[in-house]
């Protein structure tokens, strides 16, 4: 398991523990994406994730403020997620980071095929 950033320390452990999760930040994209969103509707847009790790990054996601979560006592019991006020404004912070990211892809992957 991996050890948990010293908070105490670095105030920005939290936003690091988001980016170094593989699905943390895409599935806040995509509920942001969707509006009002429920779990099969996001497993089934998300390719790759499992069911547990969706299950997963939504409980942190919600812990940490970033989506609200839903119950309705329908049966069988419907649960939707949205975006919070926090989560969006952690968004246009993400979103210029993928923009860079776009930006400076060939430059990036032109860096790692010559230093191999």
């Known amino acids: 398991m991996a050890k948990k950033l ?18 943390a930040l895409v599935v806040l994209l995509k509920v942001e994406e969707g509006g009002t969103v429920r779990f099969n509707e996001l497993y089934r847009n998300i ?12 409980r942190q996601l919600y812990t940490d403020g970033l989506l609200d979560r ?14 919070t006020e926090l989560g969006r404004t952690l968004l246009p ?4 980071l993928i923009n ?13 095929a010559s230093r191999k």
Not at 47 to 58: D, M, R, T
Not at 100 to 112: K, L, P, Q, S, V
């Open 100 to 112: 860079w990211g776009g930006e400076n892809f060939n430059t990036i992957m032109e860096y790692r």
């Open 70 to 83: 839903q119950l309705y006592p329908d049966v069988p019991p419907r649960v939707e997620y949205s975006v």
């Open 93 to 96: 912070h993400v979103k210029g």
């Open 47 to 58: 390719p790759s994730i499992s069911e547990k790790v969706l299950s997963e990054v939504l």
């Open 6 to 23: 010293d908070y105490g320390y670095c105030k920005a452990a939290p936003v690091l523990e988001w980016m170094g999760n593989k699905w």
